[in-house]
């Protein structure tokens, strides 16, 4: 799997088709300096891109070749001929490759601008990091059981750490449903007035929203899930491990 962007391929595709209907026309066997580097300097963002990437190197070279040509020679029916198998061999790259498109969110998703639970959560639980990371990207590429799979083992880890904070026995041994009984039997028990305690409340509500929402008391999950379910599950999840973090 690539990560490439459109944008240099519709680019180098454009100033192709242009320069090659351009130098066509001309009346000139020589093309003018201006003009061919021109052409040049705006293939190197789509051969930059391509570095490194084996499947592409076909289109690469032919685009490195004309690039080395525009710059080296100035023959008109050189450089058109040039230019339009250039164009052929993106066009026949086309035809190989299949895209992926992501919206705006699954790409924020796949490649969060910021800690997809939140900074605090980065700060005071990084055995959590990886696993919340690959719950966005499944997420974001459209795996909801994958998704619901690395909330599992975020969610072990956050009941377990809400279990201990909260005084319950035994948290890191007692099923999901057992944390959740002992904890709303203490947060029962204490001043509702004072914002811990709400806080407490608030967190144990979520963790209670994710057990429904997973279906099972013992955080074994079922076989498969949909993009529905695990996006409840994931914004559930993050809802209860963001309030344990502000608990902790």
């Known amino acids: 799997m690539f990560n490439l962007k459109l944008k240099p391929f519709l680019d180098a595709q454009d100033v192709i088709v242009y320069g090659h209907a351009y130098i066509s026309r001309m009346r000139e066997d020589v093309v003018p300096d201006e003009t061919r580097h021109s052409i040049a300097r705006q293939l190197r963002p789509l051969i930059d891109q391509l570095q490194g990437i084996s499947d592409f190197d076909l289109c690469r070279t032919a685009c490195e070749s004309l690039a080395r040509i525009l710059t080296t ?80 083992r975020v969610m072990e880890r956050g009941l377990q750490r809400f279990g201990n904070e909260i005084g319950v026995t035994l948290a890191n041994e007692k099923n999901w449903q057992n944390v959740l009984n002992e904890a709303n039997k203490v947060i029962k028990a204490l001043d509702h007035k004072l914002p811990r305690t709400k806080a407490l ?48």
């Not at 008109?76 to 250039?86: A, F, S």
């Not at 190989?96 to 992501?102: E, I, K, N, R, V």
């Not at 998703?109 to 700060?123: D, M, Q, R, T």
């Not at 994710?210 to 498969?224: F, G, I, L």
């Open 201 to 248: 409340a608030e967190a144990a509500s979520h963790l209670y929203a994710v057990k429904v929402a997973w279906r099972n008391e013992v955080m074994h999950p079922k076989q498969t899930y949909t993009m529905e379910q695990a996006r409840e599950i994931f914004d559930n999840c993050r809802a209860f491990i963001r309030d344990l973090a502000g608990l902790i």
């Open 73 to 152: 020679q100035n023959g008109k029916n050189q450089i058109v001929g040039d230019l339009h198998y250039v164009r052929r061999a993106l066009l026949d790259q086309g035809g190989l490759t299949s895209l992926a498109m992501f919206s705006a969110s699954e790409r924020d998703l796949i490649s969060p601008p910021a800690p997809l639970f939140g900074p605090e959560v980065e700060a005071k639980f990084p055995d959590m990091g990886e696993d919340i990371s690959e719950s966005g990207k499944c997420l974001g590429y459209g795996l909801p059981t994958a998704t619901v799979f690395h909330l599992m």
